[in-house]
C-alpha cells in the first residue's frame, strides 16, 4: 500500500493506493510504503479503512506546512484505527464497501453519459 503525504493543494494527501502486485511500483521520498501484516490484517480492509473520509480527514488535520503540505508519518501511526480482530469480518467490510465504490461509479458513469 502507497500512502500519499504530501502535495501542494493538499487534495490527494492521505489517499492510499493498494498495490496488488509486488514491486511494480515506484514511489518518492514523500510517499510512505505501508507494509500489511497480512497474517492478521486484510490489505483490502485497510484500503477501504484508511481511504474512508472519517479516516482521511484526521490524517487531513495532521498535516503539516504553509507551501508544500506533508503528513509526518509518526503523527499518522499514533491515530486511533478501530479494526475488527477477525480476517473474516475484515473481508465482508472491504468486499461491502468495494461493491458500494463500485455501484457510485457505476452511477457516476451513467449519469456523465446523460450530460
Known sequence: ???NDKTA???IIGRV???DADDTYVYNQRTERIEVYENE???EFLYQLLNADNIRSKII???QGNT???VNWSSIS???YEIPVSKEEQAKIAEYFSNLDNLI???QRKQERKL
Do not use: C, D, F, K
Open 1 to 3: 500500500m502507497i500512502l
Open 9 to 11: 493543494s493538499g487534495n
Open 17 to 19: 493506493l493498494l498495490i
Open 41 to 43: 490484517y486484510l490489505p
Open 61 to 63: 488535520r495532521a498535516s
Open 68 to 70: 508544500q503540505i506533508y
Open 78 to 80: 499514533e491515530l486511533v
Open 105 to 107: 461509479t457505476l452511477h
